[in-house]
């Protein structure tokens, strides 16, 4: 990096004037990111009398009836292990099949191979929300229709096409030599995958299990249609529930809001570089 | 036994013994078929179907005469549908405009921002992304209960810092409510284009740069003759997913105004129009796959023929680094 002659030159403004605006406009949009945010979380605090009154006051921290309320006498916490299910499920099926799919299309030659890759890649265009009736019809017909199944099948597939692409452009990358010298040991194909390159793919399962969790974890439309049973709901959709059942109780909802955006904010918060390389991997090639 | 060569089952000599060689294949056949057969059935086969049922009456879930493209016909000529679907199309149109100045703009200006490396980047950097990984559901309703009329923050904060003539029913009025869910959009979104655009940037030589800074003093010149031609493969990326995201939209309009669009259609789009006739409401409870398919299909074609053929001439422009 050759940062001297980035700054030894003076520009429009001059270089510290233009750093200076673009410091201002950087802080005035964390403000403006993090102030709706702050204004959610401190008004889950709050009575509803003291949100209309003083709705940007610091409020007392250890009041926390609304959250008791949200996690005992609402659902949430069946939506909250719902949405655990389904999208660890969804994951876990599109890891593995996308892992199978990428591991054959990269590391063997075979007729059509290309085709198949191909294949996988024309779903990363499809707005699979557009084929909702015909999925409908489908899921009715093998009966898994409001159950948690349809939710999982459709977020595998939804999945796979940018997890093929990922894991078969990362496996490609891998050296040959540590699977020969495995080959000549006699090992099986199988024994291979399992104990030579799978683990050599953990970055890649990293960022496509990543790009894939937070669209899948945030959903709302699949269970929308799929979903009819109250308990089955997940997280998202069941909050339209239980903000319909609270609807004047704005400290409780804003609680409930807090909570619901907790476990992903943390986990983003904690592992925000893999977030970013992740949400940003098909665009960033 | 020989140990088979290294290169798959293509490049393995013909004298391979054929048990090895079908254990491959075999192999081979047990890695692709379940991932294939996941995407054909619950991705390949309900496009196609989609498809096919648009040619259809449907009674309920029955399917009942195929009757050609009088779906088609309703939905785009025949009166009420037809107003409601160009209606909602303008306004699909208007909220692609809105959010390409808003907030591919303003992504494109953070992350040059960010791109300067100055002190506190890494914090920016992750507060712009934060509402990106939000539900759009828990942001929907954040930003309902600010919009309220009398209690929301958005007028409490206008009548603290005296603005209170500024203070309107966002959500309730047909001048301010589309513009108030773009503006909410734009606020969720805007750290995916700015971290995009930011990984472009980072992308470029610092010898290109070092070059053209010599060239010419004035950054603005730089930034549209050098900087913005080199970044063109992120510009892509961020025109195209902004446009399939502005016609697919669906979630924010449905938590924040409902799914009739209010008020009076302002905020109808065809993602909430393709709903409410695929699955009803309570106003118009009456359910219609047919009519349901044929938008459907009519936004698939209409998003697929524009993003391929903008993706072709984007990438007619970039330039190999």
């Known amino acids: ?285 | 036994m020989p140990a088979p060569t290294s290169n798959g089952i293509s490049r393995t000599p013909a004298r391979t013994p054929r048990l090895r060689v079908s254990g491959r294949g075999l192999w081979i056949t047990f890695l692709l078929v379940p991932p294939v057969v996941v995407m054909a059935l619950f991705v390949i086969y309900p496009i196609f179907s989609a498809l096919a049922y648009a040619f259809y009456d449907w009674q309920g879930l029955a399917r009942g005469d195929f009757v050609g493209f009088a779906n088609f016909e309703k939905v785009l000529f025949q009166q009420p549908f037809a107003a409601t679907t160009w209606n909602a199309f303008k306004n699909n149109i208007f909220v692609f405009f809105a959010l390409m100045i808003i907030q591919n703009g303003l992504g494109f200006i953070l992350a040059y921002a960010l791109w300067r490396d100055l002190p506190g980047a890494r914090f920016h950097r992750i507060a712009v992304f934060l509402p990106v990984v939000l539900s759009t559901v828990i942001i929907g309703y954040v930003w309902k209960l600010f919009f309220h009329p009398i209690f929301g923050a958005v007028n409490q904060l206008l009548k603290a810092v005296g603005l209170g003539s500024l203070a309107t029913p966002w959500l309730g009025d047909a001048d301010t409510a589309l513009n108030a869910l773009i503006f909410v959009n734009a606020w969720a979104w805007v750290g995916f284009p700015t971290l995009v655009f930011l990984a472009g940037l980072q992308r470029i030589p610092s010898e290109i740069l070092d070059a053209a800074r010599m060239e010419t003093d004035s950054e603005l010149t730089l930034i549209r003759r050098v900087i913005w031609p080199l970044i063109a493969p992120s510009a892509t990326v961020c025109f195209v997913l902004l446009f399939i995201g502005s016609f697919n939209w669906f979630e924010l309009p449905y938590i924040m105004v409902g799914l009739d669009g209010s008020p009076y259609g302002n905020t109808d789009v065809l993602g909430l129009y393709f709903y409410r006739t695929a699955f009803g409401n309570q106003s118009a409870g009456i359910q219609d796959f047919g009519m349901g398919s044929a938008l459907a299909v009519l936004m698939f074609l209409f998003i697929a023929v524009v993003a391929t053929s903008w993706t072709i001439y984007l990438r007619k422009r970039e330039i190999e680094v």
């Open chain 1, 1 to 285: 990096m050759s940062m001297e002659s980035r700054y030894d030159k003076p520009g429009l403004l001059g270089t510290y004037g233009r750093d200076g605006l673009m410091q201002i406009i950087l802080i005035a949009n964390t403000v403006l990111m993090l102030f709706p945010i702050a204004i959610m979380v401190m008004s889950g605090f709050k009575s509803n009398i003291e949100i209309f009154q003083d709705p940007f006051s610091i409020p007392d921290f250890t009041n926390v009836t609304n959250f008791v309320a949200m996690a005992t006498e609402t659902a949430f916490m069946r939506y909250l292990l719902n949405s655990v299910l389904v999208t660890g499920a969804s994951i876990f099926l599109l890891l593995t099949l996308g892992l199978m799919a990428a591991y054959a299309i990269a590391r063997y030659e075979f007729w059509g191979s290309s085709f198949l890759l191909l294949f996988f890649m024309a779903g990363l265009m499809v707005p699979l929300k557009l084929a909702i009736i015909p999925l409908f019809i489908l899921f009715r017909d093998m009966g898994i229709l409001n159950t948690h199944w349809a939710l999982i099948a459709v977020y595998t597939a939804m999945g796979l096409p940018s997890t093929v692409f990922i894991m078969t452009g990362f496996i490609r990358t891998l050296p040959r030599e540590l699977e020969d010298a495995a080959r000549m040991d006699g090992a099986s194909e199988f024994r291979i995958m399992v104990s030579v390159m799978i683990p050599l793919c953990r970055p890649a399962m990293v960022i496509a299990g990543i790009y894939n969790l937070v669209p899948i974890w945030n959903d709302f439309f699949f269970p929308l249609v799929f979903i009819q049973n109250d308990a089955l709901k997940t997280l998202p959709q069941g909050m339209t529930s239980f903000i319909g059942e609270y609807a004047t109780d704005w400290g409780v909802m804003f609680a409930g809001l807090t909570l619901a955006a907790a476990p992903i904010t943390i986990i983003y918060i904690v592992l925000s570089k893999q977030f970013i390389n992740g949400m940003t991997a098909g665009a960033v090639k």
